[in-house]
């Protein structure tokens, strides 16, 4: 059976410059906040992640399921992660009291206090690399483009769709 090819839509010059310059400085700005964490804080970004997001909910706790999902993480590296996290007494796993077959992310209170003290570090580096350089308008505009993105990807992957971010 012959799989029918749609024709190439190439990326015309400005498209490619628009999303190379994406790539590369998403890239080198995670690498940037990484750095900034763990020297100053011992955290890695992958890890602060998790914190946040668990942070997030009114008893720090959460499906893993659903905070693979939040992270856009798989659950196998998300498990790898939580080993370490769950060594390091930032975060402990329990089983799910709704759904014993379900397992539980909750955050320590060493967590919080990791978490309390990086956050600060976190905001400055997220202000200076990005924030800061965008205006209130271009800030608005990357929001509600990346919102579709996200929205998209969610849908085409079958995975809920995550609360609407606001201000």
Known sequence: MAVEQKEVRWL?????????SYI?????????LHRELSERHDVTLADYEVLVCLSLQPDRRMRMTELASMLGS???RLSH???????????????????????VAEMTGS??????????????GVREHLIDLLSPEEQRVLGQ???????????????????????
């Open 81 to 103: 992660q939580m080993v370490r996290l769950e060594a390091d007494g930032l975060i402990r796993r329990t089983r799910d009291p709704a759904d014993k077959r379900g397992v």
């Open 111 to 124: 967590g919080a206090e990791l978490l309390e003290g990086a956050a600060p570090t976190h905001v400055e």
């Open 24 to 32: 590369v400085a998403t890239m080198r700005l995670r690498q940037r």
């Open 145 to 167: 483009a990346f919102g579709r993105v996200l929205e998209h990807l969610s849908e085409i992957d079958g995975l809920p769709r995550l609360p609407p971010i606001t201000s």
């Open 74 to 76: 798989t659950k196998s």
């Open 12 to 20: 015309s010059e400005s498209e490619m410059v628009a999303w190379r």
